[in-house]
């Protein structure tokens, strides 16, 4: 089973900051399928990223992935007050899928 | 819409049996996989398996298999996620959501929770 790795656990920023997260697998991740998601308080995940770098319908476009292989980032590139929450990485690209531990963004 | 609804909060005293469920609309249920993931209270989110109504091809996470049984009714377009012997540790939150290939989990459901006490 591959393995996901998120850090920092919690990353402290201010609005209008940029945030930078990574997802480091245990191996090689098939064909970049690799996800991230978005969970709020209360709330169901949504889907940000898919196969890596591509963003999900609707999600704004200061939201980008980047990676290859077993390295992985979420870049938020300027915080918006409702971008603070908790972020997953997740890979599909093997016959048992996984979640990282996740990643909190708090406002500082 | 594409929609995924689940069923409601769920009380259960360990050793009991218990079904959710998660209908689909909006879309053809029998095109897409659909998970189940675990997020028990206060922590990260587990994927315990899916399956593809279509053929109910199913797959399950290591952590999952033989715990829980994942289902499908096609005629009904609806998922089921089961258990034959809770125990308390099963309480969480369980989310269904739709698994198009090579998109990851697009769309979840609202999630429904379990409680397993005495």
């Known amino acids: 089973e591959i393995v996901l790795t998120q850090s920092p656990g919690t990353l402290s920023l201010s609005p209008g900051e940029r945030a930078t997260l990574s997802c480091r697998a245990s191996?090689?991740?098939?064909?970049?399928?690799l996800a991230w998601y978005q969970q709020k308080p209360g709330q169901a995940p949504r889907l940000l990223i898919y196969g890596a770098s591509s963003r999900a319908t609707g999600i704004p476009d200061r939201f980008s992935g980047s990676g290859s292989g077993t390295d992985f980032t979420l870049t938020i590139s300027r915080l918006e007050p409702e971008d603070f929450a908790v972020y997953y990485c997740?890979?599909?690209?093997?016959?048992?899928?996984?979640f990282g531990q996740g990643t909190k963004v708090e406002i500082k | 819409e594409v929609q995924l609804v689940q069923s409601g909060a769920e009380v259960k005293k360990p050793g009991e049996s218990l079904k959710i469920s998660c209908k689909g609309s909006g879309y053809s249920f029998t095109s897409y996989w659909i998970g189940w993931v675990r997020q028990m209270p206060g922590k990260g989110l587990e994927w315990m398996g899916i399956i593809y109504p279509g053929d109910s091809d199913t797959r399950y996470s290591p952590s999952f298999q033989g715990q829980v049984t994942i289902s499908a009714d096609k005629s009904i377009s609806t998922a089921y996620l089961q258990w034959s012997s809770l125990k308390a540790s099963d309480t969480a939150m369980y989310y269904c959501?739709?698994?198009?290939?090579?998109?990851?989990?697009?769309?979840w459901g609202q999630g429904t929770t379990v409680t397993v006490s005495s």
């Open positions: 959501a739709r698994a198009p290939n090579l998109y990851g989990m697009d769309v």
């Open positions: 997740q890979q599909y690209g093997s016959s048992s899928w996984t």
């Open positions: 191996q090689s991740v098939s064909s970049s399928y």
